[in-house]
Each structure stands twice: as structure tokens, then as C-alpha cells.
């Protein structure tokens, strides 16, 4: 198992440590709720030094083969994303962030879980050149609504990024305006000496540090899917509503993608929420059902602890998908109401 | 208060344990309160709901009286002894984290009147054997 570049500055700070997609990393350091309401409320940061980052040069025309969105439509010093490489029956082979550098350089974040199969899937459908450097650098998002009050005015616009920059005093290779909390976030790579410092300094100014749980029931208030849970290989941009792709250009999937458009999907992916004082979770692949019938199953699921409330997401089969609609999730052997709702809940 | 400390969690010497990471703090009149171990709510990380026992039910020992939800999983919550419960931690069913910030305190969850104390208390884990069981955990 991969452990957190920042373990030891993490076990003083407290963390309770837990293992995701093969790496050990801070869970939480005091409770998600609080953590979570931090970002919310006020900024607090994460350790997101288990997702992969790939630095990926050559043709153009070859990477493009490989994004479902259009790369060239997108200035330098920007990201694409989220958008992703598909298999070629346009299932998910990643979601991924893509920064352009240049017109032949591109740097890409993958799910941690993905990073090797990422890497493969690269260099077996092309001649670009990849290098890993996950291991490289650390990766730290400092996420919050009072971001900019806290740490003054950032330059950089949404999905902008600026490479080998100064970020509070220190040289780091890479800031971004980004995040997957749904509030104003910056993500910074540094070297791991740098990381321990600007952790360090994060902390003196009173910027708690915030762990994977509070990470995961943000991204569920907002929609955001996670791969492995709420898509795979088996699941396309269409059922999951998840639109990362442009149909102007072609791309390795878009055949099926296309396919898929034209004959209709069997299920699709909706957002729920349990009824307020419900306080049990529906856990993965938990079944949904309509009037009795069958009619899905729960891929993700949380106490949201901004909504005060149980929220979640699944795939149902899209004749029971009406917004407001009363289904019903079973939980050990019982039946509980959930509504079904847009994304974002907040 | 006497804690000893095995890793990150926490054992109180003044109190019995189960198998299943339940403790039991025995008084005179045979009503006993239990609770989930600091070994236990670490596990299960953060707490955000809880069924707790019916009052007034007669239960066996080892039986699942109640269910924890965490963000992890849900758990199972045991009656370490046989007996009926006579009360329970209603303030869990609004503040469920209550039992990750003081599991061996004001987290406690269910108090119940013993019927088989003196023969089914054999079976309680005393503090030194709850850390060996925990060890490496």
C-alpha cells in the first residue's frame, strides 16, 4: 500500500487514517461534519496527494484521439475537464482533469485507482510520451467560500493554472483555480519538502486540514460521481449524465457513445434524498424500487451535514426518472422513502 | 479514572468488554450501562445515526439489540447480558457523534437490568484481555 507523502505531519495533526484505492490516507482529523462545514462555511484544505498526475507530451492529433472533449478549442495555461477517456464501447476508462501546457504538452489528474491502468491505456493507444509524477510531488486543494478572504485575491480565473509559480512564498510547480467541492478552491503540486511547509503554514493561519470522508459527502452535495462507486467501465457518459464530451471531433468510444445516443439507455443516473430525521444510510448497490417493482440501485450515499439530511445517487431505469418522485430504497430488508432530485442538492 | 492505551485507542480499567467491542459497566442493583469501545467508534469513524434499543424488551445476551450507522458501514450493537432494557440514550437520535467524541462518557447507549449477571459475567472480557484482543487492530 501507497502511504501519504505527509503521514507523520498527518498523524500530529491527528489524523484518523483509512485506506482508498490502495493508499493510506487521512480519513478525517476530527469529525467530516466539521471538516465538511469548514469548506462551506469558512476554507479548510486536503491532502490529494494519492490522485495520480501525468505529465503526458507529443501529437496533438493522438491525444485528441483519447479525450472525449475537444482539447484544441481550450487556451494554454487551462483545463479541460472534467472530461474522459472511454473504452471503446464508450464506457469509463477514467474521469480526468486535463491542463493544457502547450499545444503538445498536457498534464492530467486520474483517479488514484486508475493511475497504472491510465498510464497503460496511454501508451498502448498512442506514441505519446507519459511520465508518472505522482510520486514527485504532493498535491494539496485549499477549498473553501472564504478563501480569498482568508488567503487574499488569487489571479487566476476558474479552470486557470499557472506552472513553476510562487504560492504563499514558496516555489511550487503548478497552482490551479479548481476543486471538487462545489466552493472557490485552489490545488497546488509541490515538491513533498515544500508540502510540509506550506501544510505547516496552512495550519498556523488557521486553515484546518480536512480528510477524504468530508471530501466525498462535498462532492455527493454537488453530484460530482466517483469512479469505482458511481462509474466504471460498464457505465457511459450518458447513463451517468455526465457530460464530458464533445461530439464534434472524434475520439476513442464515440462510435458506441453515439450508439448509445441514438437506441436509448436502460438506466440512468439520478440524485435522492431520504426523508429529513432519517438518519440510516443506504449503502452501495442497495436496490431502489417503484410501487413494489425493482426499478435501480443506490451507488453512493451520505449524511450531508450541510442539508442536515440523507442524500445520494444511483442508476434507475429512466421510465421511473421524474423529478420529485417518490422511491423507495431497501435497507435491511426495509423500505424507506427517498425523492428523487436534481444535482447540485445545494 | 484509569485508561490504558493500546495504538490510537483507548481501554478504561474500571469496566468489562465484549467480544463484539461492546463495554459494560457494572453497578449494585444488577442495571448495568453499556456502550461501543474507542476501538469500536474509530473503526466505524463517523457516527451519523444510530437505532437504539426498544425499552422495556427482554434480551439475550450476544443478541443485536440496535444498529449504528456510520459513514463506513452499519454496525450491529449486542447486549453483552441478558436482562431487559430499562433506558436508553435518547440524545444519540439527534447528536449520533456523540459517541465518537466520548464513547466511554456521554456516548453511552443503553442501560439494562442484568437477570443472569453473576453466571454470564464470566464471559466478559476484563481491560488486559479487550487489548489483546484489539492488538494489531
Known amino acids: ?346 | 479514572m484509569n485508561e490504558m492505551k493500546v495504538g490510537r485507542y483507548v481501554v478504561l480499567t474500571d469496566r468489562l468488554y465484549t467480544e463484539t467491542d461492546e463495554w459494560v459497566v457494572l453497578s449494585n442493583d444488577n442495571v448495568v450501562v453499556v456502550g461501543i469501545t474507542d476501538y469500536a467508534q474509530k473503526k466505524l469513524r463517523d457516527i451519523v445515526g444510530i437505532e437504539l434499543p426498544q425499552l422495556q424488551k427482554e434480551v439475550k445476551a450476544g443478541e443485536s439489540v440496535g444498529v449504528i450507522e456510520s459513514v463506513k458501514a452499519a454496525a450491529d450493537i449486542f447486549s453483552p447480558l441478558s436482562g431487559i432494557i430499562v433506558e436508553v440514550n435518547n440524545k444519540l437520535l439527534e447528536h449520533p457523534e456523540i459517541i465518537n467524541k466520548d464513547p466511554y462518557g456521554e456516548g453511552w447507549i443503553f442501560k439494562l437490568k442484568a437477570s443472569k449477571l453473576s453466571e454470564e459475567k464470566e464471559k466478559l472480557l476484563s481491560p488486559e484481555k479487550y487489548i489483546e484482543k484489539i492488538k494489531g487492530g
Open chain 1, 1 to 346: 500500500m501507497f502511504v501519504s507523502p505527509f503521514h507523520d505531519l498527518e498523524e500530529k495533526l491527528r489524523a484518523n487514517f483509512g485506506e482508498f484505492a490502495g493508499w493510506e490516507m487521512p480519513m478525517n482529523f476530527t469529525s467530516y461534519a466539521e471538516e465538511h462545514m469548514s469548506v462551506r462555511s469558512s476554507v479548510a484544505f486536503f491532502n490529494l496527494s494519492h490522485m495520480g498526475r501525468l505529465r503526458v507530451k507529443g501529437n496533438p492529433k493522438e491525444f485528441e484521439m483519447l479525450v472525449a472533449k475537444e482539447v484544441s478549442k481550450t487556451n494554454s495555461g487551462n483545463m479541460i475537464g472534467p472530461t474522459a477517456f472511454l473504452n471503446d464501447k464508450a464506457g469509463f476508462k477514467d474521469d480526468v482533469m486535463v491542463y493544457k501546457v502547450s499545444e503538445n504538452e498536457w498534464l492530467i489528474v486520474t483517479n488514484a485507482i486508475n493511475r497504472e491502468k491510465i498510464v497503460n491505456w496511454i501508451k498502448s493507444n498512442s506514441n505519446l510520451d507519459v511520465e508518472d509524477l505522482t510520486f514527485k510531488y504532493g498535491m494539496i486543494a485549499i477549498q473553501g467560500r472564504k478563501l480569498e478572504e482568508i488567503l487574499g485575491k488569487n489571479e487566476l480565473k476558474p479552470l486557470e493554472f499557472k506552472l513553476n509559480t510562487k504560492f504563499m512564498g514558496y516555489d511550487v510547480f503548478l497552482v490551479s483555480k479548481s476543486g471538487w467541492t462545489g466552493e472557490n478552491g485552489l490545488e497546488v503540486w509541490v515538491t513533498l519538502d515544500i508540502g510540509r511547509q506550506l501544510i505547516m503554514d496552512l495550519v498556523k493561519i488557521g486553515i484546518k486540514p480536512a480528510g477524504l470522508i468530508a471530501r466525498d459527502s462535498l462532492r455527493q452535495e454537488m453530484g460530482f460521481v466517483l469512479y469505482g462507486e458511481d462509474i466504471d467501465e460498464t457505465i457511459t457518459p450518458v447513463e451517468a449524465r455526465y457530460w464530458v464530451f464533445s461530439l464534434e471531433k472524434d475520439f476513442i468510444g464515440k462510435d458506441s457513445l453515439v450508439e448509445r445516443i441514438k437506441s436509448g439507455i436502460e438506466k440512468v443516473r439520478i440524485g435522492f434524498k431520504m426523508k429529513k430525521g432519517e438518519r440510516i444510510i443506504p449503502r452501495h448497490l442497495s436496490k431502489i424500487y417503484s410501487l413494489g417493482n425493482e426499478a435501480g440501485y443506490v451507488t453512493s450515499s451520505t449524511f450531508s451535514p450541510y442539508l442536515n439530511r440523507v442524500i445520494g445517487m444511483g442508476y434507475v431505469n429512466p421510465k421511473y426518472f421524474y423529478l420529485g418522485y417518490n422511491l423507495a430504497v431497501e435497507i435491511r430488508s426495509k423500505q424507506y422513502d427517498i425523492k428523487i432530485d436534481e444535482f447540485p442538492f445545494i
